[in-house]
């Protein structure tokens, strides 16, 4: 199961980085000259979804000042997957959090199929298999653990870091392992999957994770105010049904939604509290969805929020002397570029004002914009004028009219801006080419990485491996329980149980939880239950001491 990828040098890195050439001068170089032996006592994981360099850039000069990201450059990230140069936010969450690659909608889980040289070949019988992540080491090793993010927390990249399944979209087995997981805090959107009834989104077991969560003892907090005044030592913040508002937005259309600067306090402030450290993750999830869109100022926007809250996660390192803080994008995303056709000529005397400005008229990313659109359109140039497209040209305005649905009109609206501001999308979709990392304090990561080598570092930070507690806690169940009547009762299909009889004694393990049932008795174990795309069920050596010995 193990993923030897090997590395390339930063100044080779395009060329050569999927070829798995010079590792041994990668680690050199990454690891620097005689970096301090000290562990840190927290770890926090940054990631802001989708973001390119050009929008790191676009955004500073749209603030006009230093980020805080800019003081922490450390090297650069490689992105690709097991199938492509150009990967999809699930098995990028996943490399980054198990320190393996995978496929595309695959999280937490080895991948089926590997195309991308230099990366090795999967064996038949470890197809699917689920890995274990950072977040699980660091609880199993005594550390408190949490999660935050700008979508729902059942989204691809947060769900590489406390889930497994093979596919992304299934927010319902991700968000029940989840909650399964023992996570100390966890904040961000997805509420409609953990309920069920009118409005639910997938929870077809019937299961309400909500009257879960407030029985596992959680502080349950919906918006901002309850969020700041909860005391508790366990939070589980649910603050939008879906995803949460971009920064931008969030004053005019979502006010009870705390920022993910505040979310990040939050979360570091509660998790502080545990002796043995912690381990946080925290994603700004929509300047992927702005790229996607082509939306230059929903990218800006949601980008110098998430910069904000490395702000917080910086300051509270330097307080803390004990840290390690890593930021990276998970991967690129639109082909955004400063300069485009309108530049090729006068490049080089194009003030950054003629970039600048025709965002700055904006009062609305384009989501924001297009919440405003009347049902019978009727209202276009209006919603034109918030997303900062006033006094429309007559082609401009042709080019408006000619939208007649609600999804051209917001396609026109991006390409009007971007040609306002002379920017260029390539695509609307997902980019490869390698990221920027930055980190800060303890044992920090310098060099040029792969993205499993990240988890592999954070990994070490904490004195864990992760081979070893993949071994640990996802062993195949028939192997885990020889000699054993192992069956699955399938008598409500939404919800599995394996169940094994051994010595006069009959265990149930319901997929998806972290419970074995002896006897009726419920007993809570250190990792969830997992049954991957072929049926198998992976079940932890505590699960074998439970069938052996009964407790």
Do not use: C
């Not at 979804?49 to 676009?58: E, K, N, P």
């Not at 689920?130 to 729902?152: C, D, M």
């Not at 209006?382 to 609600?406: H, I, M, R, S």
Request: no cysteine.
């Amino acid at each position: 199961m193990k993923k030897k990828l090997l590395g390339a040098t930063l100044a080779g890195a395009v060329a050569l980085g999927s070829f798995g050439l010079g590792n041994a001068l990668m680690e050199t170089e990454a690891k620097g000259p005689k970096q301090q032996e000290k562990k840190p006592k927290n770890v926090i994981m940054m990631v802001t979804d989708g973001t390119s360099s050009s929008t790191t850039t676009l955004a500073r000069w749209y603030k006009g000042a230093p980020l805080h990201m800019d003081q922490l450059m450390a090297g650069g990230v490689r992105a690709y997957s097991a199938e492509s140069a150009i990967t999809d936010s699930a098995p990028a969450g996943t490399a980054l959090a198990t320190g393996n690659k995978s496929n595309s909608g695959y999280v937490g889980v080895l991948p089926s199929l590997v195309t991308t040289p230099g990366v090795e070949q999967i064996k038949e019988e470890d197809k699917y298999r689920p890995v274990a992540n950072v977040l699980e080491g660091a609880k199993l090793s005594g550390k408190a653990t949490g999660i935050v993010a700008t979508s729902e927390i059942q989204h691809a990249t947060p769900a590489g870091f406390s889930a497994h399944h093979h596919d992304r979209n299934n927010f319902d087995v991700l968000g029940e392992q989840q909650v399964y997981q023992g996570i100390d805090v966890v904040l961000g959107g997805g509420k409609q999957s953990l309920v069920t009834g009118e409005g639910s989104k997938n929870r077809k077991d019937g299961e309400n994770l909500v009257e879960v969560i407030d029985e596992k003892g959680y502080d349950f907090v919906e918006n901002r105010d309850e969020l700041l005044k909860s005391k508790s030592d366990k939070i589980w913040g649910s603050f939008s049904d879906s995803a949460l508002a971009y920064e931008m937005d969030r004053k005019q259309t979502k006010p009870q939604e705390p920022t993910i600067s505040e979310m990040t306090d939050k979360a570091l402030t509660t998790l502080s509290k545990d002796k043995d450290g912690f381990f946080l993750f925290v994603e700004g999830s929509k300047p992927d969805w702005a790229a996607h869109a082509n939306d230059p100022v929903g990218m800006v926007s949601d980008v110098l929020a998430f910069d904000n809250a490395v702000g917080k996660a910086v300051e509270f390192a330097k307080k803390d002397k004990n840290t390690m803080v890593i930021v990276v994008s998970d991967h690129g995303n639109s082909g955004i570029s400063i300069g485009s056709k309108n530049t090729d000529k006068n490049y080089d005397t194009t003030p950054v004002s003629a970039y600048i400005d025709p965002l700055k008229k904006a009062k609305m990313t384009l989501e924001g914009a297009m919440g405003s659109l009347n049902k019978d359109l009727s209202n276009k140039e209006e919603v034109a004028a918030l997303y900062g497209l006033d006094n429309l040209t007559v082609d401009e305005k042709k080019q408006l009219d000619a939208a007649k649905d609600k999804n051209a009109i917001g396609v026109t609206l991006s390409k009007l801006l971007a040609n306002r501001a002379n920017l260029g999308f390539t695509t609307g979709g997902h980019t490869g080419e390698d990221m920027f990392l930055y980190s800060y304090g303890v044992d920090r990561p310098v060099g040029h990485y792969d993205n499993t080598d990240l988890a592999k570092h954070m990994a070490k930070a904490m004195n864990f491996d992760l081979d070893k507690l993949t071994d640990e806690l996802f062993i195949e169940a028939t192997k885990a329980f020889k000699g054993a009547n192992v069956t699955v009762n399938k008598q409500d299909p939404q919800n599995p149980v394996l169940v094994v009889k051994s010595n006069k004694r009959t265990v149930e393990f319901p997929v998806n939880k972290n419970i074995a049932v002896v006897n009726g008795k419920e007993i809570e174990m250190n990792s969830v239950v997992v049954q991957d795309k072929n049926g198998r069920f992976f079940v932890s050596k505590q699960a074998q001491d439970i069938v052996k010995k009964g407790k």
